[in-house]
């Protein structure tokens, strides 16, 4: 059996966040112009903080987090933090996801949120990085509000350098 409450303890909320984001793509290799999990737990610590923000963890009658949830708000427009929820890919039966949105999206209404949005980045050739977040957010009534786009990046190191020399006077 699994309830929703609010999150208790940042150290708690943290530890189980790792556990949630460990299998994605990004967490642990550094790939450019993706997202990191450095600055993503300096961003995830400074929202915690916030208490207008809305933080949730799914747990066990044992009090064991199997998942958490965090949500920003922003005056009446409420946003789920990026690839979350976070749940261990052992877990990831969407149970606990649409337990957890469910939830997120019952509180908010009662705070008189209009709005809640949630951005999905993953790498153009892998799609498949993405199907179960995708799939929980569908399930609960998400619908696209923007065409899919393309990230292209160039890079700029020496060995791309043009062999065009400029003079200067």
Known sequence: MISVREAISWKLYKEAWIKGMKHIHWFNEDIPFDYNKDEELLELKQDFSNSQNLFLEAITKNEEIQGVLGIRIRNNIASFRRWEPAIPKVNQDKEIGNILI????????????????CMLKYPFNFPEFAICHNDLYKDVGFKKRKVDGVSLLLNLSNKHKSKRRIQTS
Do not use: A, D, W, Y
């Open 102 to 117: 469910k939830e997120g999206i019952t509180s908010l209404k009662n705070k008189g949120i209009k709005e809640v949005n």
